[in-house]
């Protein structure tokens, strides 16, 4: 079994940035892909960004793309999403996502066995 764990989220003003981290525990981590997905108020949970565990390949939602950066740190089972120039569109609760098969397709949540709790992310204008 793995657990996911989020971390950094919080209030920050527009224009600002902060650095979400995605801590894997348990069993040896070793995904296919670590993604990050957010919920609005209101909305259903969108696809953010993904990276793949072994090239370390990425790929974003339009909407983020320039903005957010995904990383991760192999030796500490950590994926992090740095995000910046946030806006309030992008307040939300985030999630992280582990898909320990391949997958055909990145963006549908439903190709990820494993999720965090969330982290909320505030954006006041």
């Known amino acids: 079994q793995v657990q996911l764990a989020e971390s950094g989220g919080g209030l920050v003003q527009a224009g600002g940035s902060l650095r979400l981290s995605c801590t894997a525990s348990g069993r040896t981590f070793s995904p296919y892909a670590v993604a990050w997905f957010r919920q609005a108020p209101g909305k259903e949970r969108e696809f953010t960004a993904v990276i793949s565990w072994g090239g370390g390949h990425t790929y974003y939602t339009d909407s983020v793309k320039g903005r957010f950066t995904i990383s991760k740190d192999n030796a500490k089972n950590t994926v992090f999403l740095e995000m910046s120039s946030l806006e309030s569109d992008d307040t939300a609760i985030y999630y992280c996502?582990?898909?320990?098969?391949?997958?055909?397709?990145?963006?549908?949540?439903?190709?990820?066995?494993?999720w965090g709790q969330g982290t909320q992310v505030a954006v006041s204008p």
């Open positions: 996502a582990a898909a320990l098969r391949p997958l055909p397709t990145v963006v549908p949540a439903g190709g990820y066995e494993y």
